[in-house]
């Protein structure tokens, strides 16, 4: 599948998951906001700590989502290149 078309499925998904459990949906949201907040960290560093997590969780939809994030933070190839060369293969060893 497209990682186009995958992102899309999952958006889909998501929204019938909100429709379903609102008050889960609006925690979560709230979650996010609070974390998106203006602090000590960047936004696009939020991200890359973001990114990491939802491969460290094994989490194929997370991280479609948290690339696209970083690539609206600003985030540049390079460094994204970068972080997935440090990273790879960290997850898949994981029992």
Do not use: Y
């Not at 979650?31 to 203006?38: G, I, N, P, Q, Y």
């Not at 973001?50 to 479609?64: L, N, Y």
């Amino acid at each position: 599948m497209a990682w186009a078309n995958s992102i899309g499925s999952t958006r889909s998904q998501l929204w019938s998951l909100n429709k379903a459990m609102p008050d889960t949906s609006r925690a979560f949201s709230a979650l996010t906001s609070t974390v998106h907040a203006s602090g000590v960290l960047d936004a696009k560093t939020k991200e890359f700590v973001a990114r990491t997590i939802s491969v460290a969780d094994r989490c194929e939809p997370c991280t479609g989502f948290h690339i696209l994030a970083l690539g609206r933070a600003g985030a540049r190839r390079e460094e994204l290149n970068a972080c997935c060369r440090s990273r790879s293969g960290w997850a898949a060893d994981r029992p």
